[in-house]
């Protein structure tokens, strides 16, 4: 990363620039911001989805932009004014019992929804959130191992293995039945984001307890299907940058860590 280059840690320039960007990374987390990658993401998969049933062969539309980013400021606020606060989307917290997992089912299904409604509104746009839905099943389940880092020792940990064959067989399923469905539908689009994302919950399955398979298995998918997205709404890629470089610089001057990262920590 480029800031890590021009403000090394513990340098002068770096410790100049730690209290304020402290400050403003905790009125990010009191606002649950990194949230609004899961959040925006489901609500273009709507929009993708319905481009899809118009033209399964649109490509590359840079034409909706404005309708879609529009959309996002919707749920942006609709996030940190009421789900946020109100401690209703709460995935990664904690393990989330059964009231909470149909919960966030629930909103998932009106973000893609709202994030299909154009000029109209068809059968086949609520059952073509299907395979949308079981893919957000997939890496919702994942959420339920609750990832913490240790800033006196730098790393990562999961405290909370117990179930992990459990909940890893869901989250395997759910993939699957999101391919599947994807295929029935006709939908490349989140077929081939769930071909793509399906080995990382089936490694952290496989392969020993170590947090870096889970910290693989929560990032990629949602990382894999928004990149999917973009292939028919690339203005996408815009927020999404934008807010991805804004959470890594601050949280860079903070804890001294490149995060969210594209790596992962190799150390447990």
Not at 225 to 235: K, N, T
Request: aromatic share 18%; hydrophobic share 55%.
């Amino acid at each position: 990363m480029l800031v890590e280059r021009l403000y090394p840690p513990r340098s002068r320039r770096y410790n100049i620039l730690r209290d304020p960007f402290t400050d403003v990374g905790a009125y990010m987390d009191s606002i649950g911001l990194i949230q609004l990658f899961t959040i925006w993401t489901l609500t273009v998969a709507g929009m993708v989805m319905e481009m899809g049933l118009e033209n399964r062969f649109a490509y590359w539309e840079w034409g909706g932009w404005i309708f879609g980013i529009l959309k996002l400021a919707i749920v942006t606020a609709f996030f940190i004014l009421i789900l946020h606060p109100k401690q209703i989307w709460i995935a990664g917290k904690k393990r989330l019992n059964e009231k909470e997992f149909g919960l966030h089912l629930g909103i998932a299904a009106l973000l893609l929804i709202f994030g299909s409604l154009g000029s109209k509104m068809v059968l086949n746009q609520v059952i073509g959130i299907l395979p949308y839905l079981a893919a957000f099943l997939g890496g919702l389940t994942i959420f339920q191992f609750v990832i913490e880092f240790d800033q006196t020792k730098g790393t990562w940990y999961n405290f909370h293995w117990s179930k992990k064959n459990f909940y890893l067989m869901i989250s395997v399923s759910f993939m699957f039945a999101a391919v599947g469905l994807g295929f029935y539908f006709d939908d490349p689009i989140i077929t081939s984001a769930g071909v793509v994302a399906l080995p990382f919950p089936v490694i952290a399955l496989i392969w020993p307890s170590h947090v870096r398979h889970l910290q693989r298995a929560r990032f990629y998918p949602l990382f894999i299907l928004a990149m999917f997205l973009c292939v028919r709404a690339p203005w996408f890629i815009v927020p999404l940058a934008g807010l991805f470089y804004t959470l890594r610089t601050v949280n860079y001057f903070r804890y001294g860590i490149v995060y969210p990262s594209f790596g992962v920590d190799f150390h447990s």
